[in-house]
């Protein structure tokens, strides 16, 4: 079994910022592409930046140049920093990765049980 435990969310001012951790554990033996989707009251759930195992990281427009996505592979976790934040990034935001078990031929998702994140002054 893998979980993926999330932290970072919380309650932050129009242009503050936050980081949020979501870590993977359990019988994993190896991670491809992690990544951050977010979903808002009444709205799909949207990707919000990805980051494979190697290669370039990809944002959301509406996120870009104000979101940063990283990973600690050691740590099996992916962080999402998050500046300049703005009302409309409100929204429960979700882990994600692709995780391969050492019994298993596939990479598999994985999800987080997700954290709230609020802009409001």
């Known amino acids: 079994q893998v979980q993926l435990v999330e932290s970072g969310g919380g309650l932050v001012q129009p242009g503050g910022s936050l980081r949020l951790s979501c870590a993977a554990s359990g019988s994993i033996f190896s991670i491809n592409a992690m990544a951050w989707y977010r979903q808002a009251p009444g709205k799909q759930r949207e990707l919000v930046a990805s980051i494979p195992w190697a290669g370039r990281t990809n944002y959301a427009d509406s996120v870009k140049g104000r979101f940063t996505i990283s990973r600690d592979n050691a740590k099996n976790t992916v962080y999402l920093q998050m500046n300049s934040l703005k009302p409309e990034d409100t929204a429960v935001y979700y882990c994600?990765?692709?995780?391969?078990?050492?019994?298993?031929?596939?990479?598999?998702?994985?999800w987080g049980q997700g954290t709230q994140v609020t802009v409001s002054p």
């Open positions: 994600n990765q692709e995780v391969l078990l050492p019994t298993a031929p596939n990479y598999r998702d994985y």
